[in-house]
Each structure stands twice: as structure tokens, then as C-alpha cells.
């Protein structure tokens, strides 16, 4: 099952497979393109992963799998977290601390952006 995500067009399953504790950490990259193409042919075309999920493989994972499966990019959706990737600091207040924390994530997950990591890494360039 799938509806239109508002007025974009752009189609979206009711379920998304996530790669959370899986890809690129507990099972290896066969078994992910095996889950992955299961899921594709049971209606699913939104996919969930993160650069914390096992620091990046999860997304690396998924984009060789994308890629063996020779999927059109506009037939799937994916989605990845931009919040971890910050240096926690540890000599500081704990709500400073947390203030510090949360602008060095946030600052660190837009140059994951504006330099195309995330693009790259999960193979969408």
C-alpha cells in the first residue's frame, strides 16, 4: 500500500525497511540487497538509514545495494538522519554540554550535505 506524499507526486509505501542495527553491521551486504529487493517486490519503496548506523556502513550498504538492483532513482524513496556526527564535550556543564553538542551536530550534518557525503555514500550521485 502507497499514497502520494501531499501534492509533490511523489509516491510513498505505508512501510519503510530501516537498516537501524542491521546493514553493514550485524548481517553483510548480500543479505541487506536480499532484504532489500524482498521489500521492493512486496510493494515497499521507502528505505531508512542514518550516518550513525554502524558509523556510515548502513548507508553504504544500501546505496550498493540500490545500485546492484539497478533501480531507477525516482522509483524510491530514502531517507537518513542528520543529527549524530558531533564531538560531545565533556568538561562543560551538562546544558551547555548539550547546547555544544547539538550545534556541532547540526553543523556537521549540513557539511555532510553541502559536500555530498551523504549523496556519495549512499551512491544517489
Known amino acids: ?11 510513498v509505501s505505508a512501510l519503510s525497511l530501516g537498516g537501524w542495527v542491521t546493514y553493514g553491521g550485524q548481517v553483510g551486504e548480500e543479505l541487506a540487497l536480499k532484504c532489500m529487493e524482498e521489500a521492493w517486490k512486496n510493494g515497499i519503496n521507502f528505505f531508512d538509514s542514518a550516518e550513525v548506523y554502524a558509523d556510515g556502513k ?3 550498504a544500501m546505496g550498493k545495494a540500490i545500485k546492484k538492483l539497478g533501480w531507477k532513482r525516482e522509483d524510491f524513496v530514502i ?5 549524530w556526527g558531533g564531538v560531545r564535550p565533556v568538561s562543560v556543564s551538562f546544558f551547555f554540554a548539550s547546547f555544544l553538542f547539538f550545534c556541532s551536530c547540526c553543523s556537521f550534518s549540513f ?4 559536500d555530498g557525503s551523504v549523496i556519495r555514500r ?3 550521485d
Not at 79 to 83: A, D, G, H
Not at 111 to 114: I, M, S, T, Y
Open 58 to 60: 548502513c548507508e553504504i
Open 1 to 11: 500500500m502507497s499514497s502520494f506524499l501531499g501534492n509533490t507526486g511523489l509516491r
Open 122 to 124: 549512499i551512491r544517489l
Open 79 to 83: 531517507s537518513t538522519k542528520l543529527f
Open 111 to 114: 557539511r555532510r550535505l553541502v
